[in-house]
């Protein structure tokens, strides 16, 4: 749970009565102190035309107490409005004269003559509109004062260790027994440790996230008490440890922060005294050495560090997971380590296993790397060459097909040049179970300069895809067009290959390799006019078809000499003369040639891969020819519908395929059996459920005339068949993005992202359409809310929403209260949209949404927080102070 709580700069650590509901409040405001104002505990500061705006913000704002009022220099007709989450006597202390001010809080009993004695403090319960007088007491040191005085809450608190200026810390009130103060936090890679000297004297990352506290805060902290050290860990099967050290002291800058430690306790194993002991050891950064190595920096090299993951498992490490490496003298880099294939130590730069990363990319990306080292990545060119630099490696491929038979090819030899020699392969010494696909048969890759690959090292290797680095320069050895582009891949190909392990992840289907197709007579002297996929030059028409068989949406292809040259021009189309019979022109020395017949084998039509290639009509006749071997073929008879429009796509397992079957008998002898429909394309997730494709994953909708596009479609929630369109779950993706982006839509359909404004209306403009949110909370807790009408209208209208009829679980925030969305036009940081009189909703709640003035639901604000309202919430579930963990919103025909 992520919870913000903010304590005055120097008063005390009485817990403040949190105000009712927000929207439900009416407030009393007590008379104007004019000449005073109220320091600290800011919750915003914001510009106002008018006394009465500030009150407005003050009581909508669900933390506000009290607010400060006055002048800003040199603008007569706007005013500063400061909100408070404290009051003039609690915070007595920071009640101050400024006569450019005036202070006004909520009306409470505080406010009667005197109601506490001299030595005490006046503390208001707001809900029930009672007080208690309290001693006054010292401001906390740290959060085990806070949980002696009865805060037992997981958060930011403020500290006041000494007479300097307070600052905020992240308290564990939790742990054993409670009242401790956070200064480090890893869990998710976000932030990067490895900075300077002076980001570490003054802290870096977020309290809410990854972060280092500050040495100088540390130094403050263990200064003002005697301390304990505690270090809690978690491996990536779930096992946690700590240690635990009874004395922990850190001194000042001017004697490097040097470290005070002993005593141990705990399950982890003592790794800070025992064998390279850190005690009285002095802080280290990459530009500041002050550890006891003679020749180096430990910050930026260790001696003997480990060079790859054969090093740890030798040196005992024995858990799959992500470990750094230093092959050589430069920066280190993070590998993930495979403890248990094969004796274990395998290094892995390469992984496929759900298509949820592009590897479709340029040369930069494989030369830096991309991915996540925890799903599926290309760990980097540059990093795969120092790695087989650093020792003599094996290569290793593990792969495993659809029916969950592994198979594996080991090579002896494995090195990989650097990038002036565009990353030249040697490879040799096959062993394995899948067969020698690499070395042997007429192309093997032995020493080819790669034109971009992928891999798994033993330092072993797997699998990639990749755009051509330059057209003009190949350095595979075909002469018929460039592999990586023919076969959508990066590799060391010959020409081209006998094995394509980077090629498209297909999911399920055939492989490209199996793909054939029959053309039909050339027509010569005649060409077709756009609808280019590429244009380049070849030896020979055979190398036109070549390509075109391993283009998947080639249909037909030119075929043009060029004058005083030997080469040949080819021009490869994704229509054909049927479809764009007005762009079939005369053109002397053309030959134009389209597909017959695409054949597809050892498949089924019945099975995984019935027909991939792209069909551009509404109707078509397949014709199935049947045989032991099972051959099918698929052909276009006639056009009906746009033929301009891309709307009758097969894809592997379409549900209407398997209305096609033969209902006669086992075949036995080739038969022919006809069948003449017409198919009408999906235009939401549920007509796809509704044909029977009850998997999740992203499909092709046709929602309208207009282009097709991509949805993420959930096929288990609830009967199946919702079309997600927003989706949060790690903070990965920035929805705090102008009107553009939110038009167009942002982020993965694999990860977090916004389908799209304008698609959302051709959505919504299809069918009457059902909203759905879940969400869940960081406590693993699950709600949903659901309305049965929703429609959103085009860019003229501003997407203004259309919404009604609650059911759920999780509460009504959206109609509900005083801010329903109903009828309201979408809000971004660059447009503002709501009917928020003083500023722009979207600006100050991080955003992009349906804004009122402005909300009681966020799921677009920031995933990190910040003030309150800020993030992701839901008023009816969790508040607005509780920034929930996921998100996905959907719709469904009703």
């Known amino acids: 749970m992520h919870l913000c709580v903010t304590f005055l700069l120097c008063a005390v650590a009485y817990g403040i009565g949190r105000i009712s509901e927000p929207d439900l409040r009416a407030v009393n405001f007590a008379g104007k102190i004019e000449g005073k104002k109220l320091n600290g505990s800011l919750i915003r500061e914001i510009e106002v035309d008018s006394e009465s705006s500030c009150q407005l913000e003050c009581v909508d704002e669900e933390r506000c107490q009290s607010y400060n009022f006055g002048t800003i220099e040199g603008n007569s007709g706007k005013f500063r409005c400061e909100l408070s989450d404290s009051d003039r006597f609690v915070g007595l202390a920071n009640f101050t004269k400024d006569e450019h001010f005036i202070y006004r809080g909520i009306m409470s009993t505080c406010e009667e003559d005197n109601p506490c004695k001299e030595n005490e403090i006046c503390v208001v319960d707001y809900k029930s509109n009672t007080h208690v007088c309290k001693c006054i007491r010292d401001c906390p040191k740290n959060c085990l004062d806070y949980y002696q005085n009865g805060s037992k809450t997981d958060g930011v608190y403020w500290?006041?260790?000494?007479?300097?200026?307070?600052?905020?810390?992240?308290?564990?009130?939790?742990?054993?027994?409670?009242?401790?103060?956070?200064?480090?936090?890893?869990?998710?890679?976000?932030?990067?440790?490895?900075?300077?000297?002076?980001?570490?004297?003054?802290?870096?990352?977020?309290?809410?996230?990854?972060?280092?506290?500050?040495?100088?805060?540390?130094?403050?902290?263990?200064?003002?008490?005697?301390?304990?050290?505690?270090?809690?860990?978690?491996?990536?099967?779930?096992?946690?440890?700590?240690?635990?050290?009874?004395?922990?002291?850190?001194?000042?800058?001017?004697?490097?922060?040097?470290?005070?430690?002993?005593?141990?306790?705990?399950?982890?194993?003592?790794?800070?005294?025992?064998?390279?002991?850190?005690?009285?050891?002095?802080?280290?950064?990459?530009?500041?050495?002050?550890?006891?190595?003679?020749?180096?920096?430990?910050?930026?090299?260790?001696?003997?560090?480990?060079?790859?993951?054969?090093?740890?498992?030798?040196?005992?490490?024995?858990?799959?997971?992500?470990?750094?490496?230093?092959?050589?003298?430069?920066?280190?880099?993070?590998?993930?380590?495979?403890?248990?294939?094969?004796?274990?130590?395998?290094?892995?730069?390469?992984?496929?296993?759900?298509?949820?990363v592009d590897f479709y990319v340029d040369w930069e990306s494989y030369k830096k790397g991309f991915g996540n080292l925890e799903g599926e990545f290309w760990l980097g060119n540059d990093y795969l060459h120092r790695l087989t630099a650093s020792a003599n490696m094996v290569s290793r491929i593990d792969m495993e097909d659809y029916e969950n038979d592994p198979r594996f090819a080991e090579y002896t030899t494995f090195a990989v040049a650097d990038e002036s020699d565009n990353y030249q392969v040697t490879i040799d010494g096959y062993r394995g179970t899948a067969g020698d696909s690499l070395l042997s048969y007429s192309r093997p890759i032995k020493s080819i300069a790669v034109r971009l690959f992928l891999g798994f090292l033993r330092n072993a290797f797997d699998i990639f895809d990749i755009y051509y680095r330059d057209m003009r320069f190949t350095n595979d050895v075909s002469t018929g067009g460039n592999c990586a582009s023919s076969f959508k891949g990066g590799w060391w190909y010959n020409y081209c290959h006998n094995a394509n392990p980077n090629g498209l992840y297909k999911g399920g289907g055939y492989a490209q390799d199996f793909k054939s197709a029959n053309f039909a007579k050339a027509i010569n002297d005649q060409k077709l006019n756009g609808s280019v996929l590429r244009d380049f030059e070849v030896a020979s028409e055979i190398s036109c078809q070549f390509a075109c068989v391993s283009e998947d949406q080639c249909l037909s292809y030119n075929f043009l000499p060029i004058h005083e040259k030997e080469t040949s021009r080819c021009q490869l189309s994704g229509s054909d003369r049927f479809a764009s019979q007005v762009n079939f022109t005369k053109e002397d020395g053309a030959s134009y040639r389209g597909i017959q017949v695409i054949k597809l084998m050892n498949s089924n039509v019945l099975g995984s891969a019935p027909a991939r290639n792209m069909i551009l009509a509404r109707r078509m006749k397949l014709v199935l020819l049947t045989t032991n071997q099972t051959l099918i073929f698929v052909s276009v008879l006639e056009v009906s519908g746009n033929p301009l429009k891309k709307t009758g796509r097969l894809a592997p397992n379409a549900a209407r395929l398997r209305k096609i079957k033969d209902v006669t008998s086992t075949p036995k002898t080739f038969r022919q059996r006809e069948t003449d429909r017409i198919y009408n394309c999906p235009k939401n997730c549920l007509e796809y459920y509704q044909n029977g494709s009850t998997t999740d994953g992203v499909y092709w909708v046709y929602p309208d005339e207009e282009e097709p596009f991509q949805v993420l479609c959930d096929m288990t929630t609830d009967g199946g068949g919702w079309t997600t369109f927003q989706r949060r779950m790690d903070g990965s993706v920035d929805f705090y993005v102008d009107w553009e982006s939110y038009k167009k839509g942002f982020g993965n359909l694999k990860g977090e992202f916004w389908l799209g404004n304008d698609y959302l209306h051709r959505l919504t403009s299809s069918a009457s359409m059902v909203f759905r949110i879940d969400m869940e909370d960081y406590k693993g807790d699950r709600r949903f809310a659901e309305y049965t009408t929703f429609a959103v209208a085009d860019e003229s209208d501003n997407y203004r929403v259309t919404i009604d009829g609650y059911r759920g679980t999780a509460g009504d925030s959206l109609l509900l209260y005083t801010k329903p969305i109903k009828n309201m036009r979408l809000t971004t940081r660059d447009r503002d949209d709501d009917v928020q009189q003083d500023g722009d909703c979207a600006v100050a709640y991080r955003g992009g949404w349906w804004y009122n003035a402005c909300h009681n639901a966020n799921p677009n604000g920031s995933y990190q927080g910040g003030s309150s309202a800020q993030g992701v919430t839901w008023l009816s579930f969790r508040g607005l102070d509780y920034l929930l963990k996921r998100t996905e919103i959907k719709l469904r025909p009703a």
């Open 159 to 356: 500290v006041q260790p000494d007479e300097e200026e307070p600052f905020q810390v992240l308290c564990d009130m939790t742990t054993d027994g409670g009242g401790w103060t956070i200064f480090q936090r890893r869990m998710d890679g976000s932030v990067d440790f490895y900075v300077d000297w002076e980001s570490y004297k003054r802290g870096f990352g977020n309290l809410k996230g990854e972060f280092w506290l500050g040495n100088d805060y540390l130094h403050r902290l263990t200064a003002s008490a005697s301390m304990a050290f505690r270090i809690d860990m978690e491996d990536y099967e779930g096992d946690r440890r700590f240690a635990e050290y009874t004395t922990f002291t850190v001194a000042d800058e001017s004697d490097n922060y040097q470290v005070t430690i002993d005593g141990y306790r705990g399950t982890a194993g003592d790794s800070l005294l025992s064998n390279i002991p850190i005690r009285n050891m002095r802080f280290t950064t990459k530009d500041k050495d002050n550890d006891d190595k003679n020749n180096g920096n430990c910050a930026l090299d260790y001696k003997d560090c480990p060079k790859n993951c054969l090093d740890y498992y030798q040196n005992g490490s024995k858990t799959d997971g992500v470990y750094w490496v230093y092959p050589d003298e430069e920066e280190p880099f993070q590998v993930p380590c495979d403890m248990i294939t094969d004796g274990g130590g395998w290094t892995i730069f390469q992984r496929r296993m759900d298509g949820s």
